[in-house]
């Protein structure tokens, strides 16, 4: 398909394990987003790529979240210890470059119980 | 930090009216703002947007308008359709230097009864 595509679209895990959520980008965009959106809420940055390496992470909310993008294309957000909190919308979207627009994916629905 | 205030969070109007939904934002140096639709279960879908250098622009029954010296923007939808029914998102975005990343308003639920 031509947009971005993020699997799973839905995941269920305990309290304490560890998750990865994977996006992938439209291709040839070589920036790429994830954000995190709860319910009724807006999305919220988490952290920004620039081809391989994360330009701006400000939004990661402490350290058990990390994200990779090691060839510049597929990105995986990783998250440890899982903690209920952290149930929500994982949405990755990706543009051409950083200053034009940003299509987003469908989501992953994390639910930690 | 960068905010972007969006109402309101919800409106309802009948079929073949128009809706207006308003933001505002804090940077003073964000230079693009783009509007997104969103349905359950889906991810934002991008529906129009606009850069700084531009006061209004429309596509179809969409438009845009921005003031920047009082940081407001705003969506306009006439001839409102119940397919438009959906939560709508602003957003505002500094371009320049290494941040790219969009910061978006909490979001308008519409409503369009037929």
């Known amino acids: 398909g031509a947009g971005v595509s993020q699997t799973p679209s839905n995941k269920v895990t305990e309290k304490g394990k560890y998750v990865e959520l994977r996006c992938d980008p439209i291709?040839?965009?070589?920036?790429l987003y994830w954000y995190r959106q709860s319910l009724g809420q807006g999305p919220e940055f988490l952290i920004y790529?620039?081809?391989?390496?994360?330009?701006?992470d400000s939004g990661l909310p402490n350290d058990r979240f990390f994200a990779v993008r090691p060839e510049g294309s597929v990105s995986t957000l990783k998250i440890q210890r899982t903690e209920r909190g952290d149930s929500a919308v994982y949405l990755c979207?990706?543009?051409?470059?950083?200053?034009?627009?940003?299509?987003f994916g469908q989501g992953t629905r994390l639910t930690v119980v | 930090g960068e905010n972007v205030e969006q109402h309101p969070s919800t409106l309802s109007v009948q079929e073949g009216d128009s809706a207006v939904i308003k933001c505002t934002y804090s940077?003073?140096?964000?230079?693009?703002f783009p509007w997104y639709k969103q349905e359950l279960g889906k991810g934002p879908q991008l529906i129009i947007d606009i850069r700084s250098n531009v006061g209004e622009k429309k596509d179809q029954r969409i438009a845009v308008t921005l003031n920047k010296t009082a940081k407001h923007f705003s969506l306009h939808i006439t001839e409102t359709q119940p397919e438009d029914s959906a939560v709508y998102f602003c957003?505002?975005?500094?371009?320049?230097?290494?941040?790219?990343?969009?910061?978006f308003g909490k979001g308008t639920k519409l409503s369009v009864k037929p």
């Open positions: 957003a505002a975005q500094f371009t320049g230097g290494s941040q790219g990343n969009l910061i």
């Open positions: 940077d003073s140096a964000s230079n693009y």
């Open positions: 790529f620039q081809g391989t390496g994360a330009a701006d």
């Open positions: 291709s040839g965009h070589t920036a």
């Open positions: 979207a990706s543009s051409y470059q950083e200053s034009t627009e940003a299509f």
